[in-house]
């Protein structure tokens, strides 16, 4: 299952991998056939509103994670995983009041800034921009040679 989870392309395809269910078994459910969730996860198809509605029920989850605008199953990216995480922490949290559970959402709450950080960095360093690429290598130059007690001196000095 774990490198299944870790294949997943779609969310709709990491819930159902998550959820340790077969399309079969859901379709069975939902009056949903497994041809159609392979077109979905495909990306043949967008998936109909009323089918929709039904996966958003079943799987607990706002028709914004599953889907784009065109109502195509929504691709599956470390933010997105980690979004799908945090709202199944929130159910758990709501239906139990557990410090665990507190301290994991912290835990995805950290993951999810860390992964905002990564994807900025990648879109910069994508961009081609010498002058930024200067910027971003005496940036992190600074960086890896400083002292963690100079951190904060450090912060104050860059925002100036």
Do not use: H
């Not at 969310?11 to 399309?23: F, P, T």
């Not at 912290?106 to 950080?117: C, D, G, P, Y």
């Amino acid at each position: 299952m774990y490198q299944r989870l870790l294949n997943s392309k779609t969310v709709l395809e990491y819930l159902v991998v998550r959820n340790e269910q077969s399309y079969t078994q859901i379709g069975k459910q939902l009056n949903i056939t497994p041809q159609q969730f392979s077109d979905w996860i495909k990306l043949r198809r967008p998936i109909p509103n009323e089918r929709l509605k039904s996966l958003c029920d079943y799987f607990a989850v706002p028709a914004d994670v599953l889907v784009n605008e065109k109502k195509f199953a929504k691709p599956l990216d470390p933010i997105t995983k980690i979004d799908v995480e945090m709202l199944e922490v929130n159910k758990a949290t709501k239906e139990e009041d557990s410090i665990i559970l507190k301290e994991k959402l912290i835990e995805l709450q950290k993951e999810k800034a860390k992964q905002v950080r990564i994807l900025r960095l990648t879109t910069m360093l994508n961009a081609d921009n010498d002058q930024l690429n200067a910027v971003i290598d005496t940036f992190l130059d600074q960086l890896e040679n400083i002292e963690e007690s100079e951190i904060n001196l450090f912060l104050e000095k860059i925002r100036v």
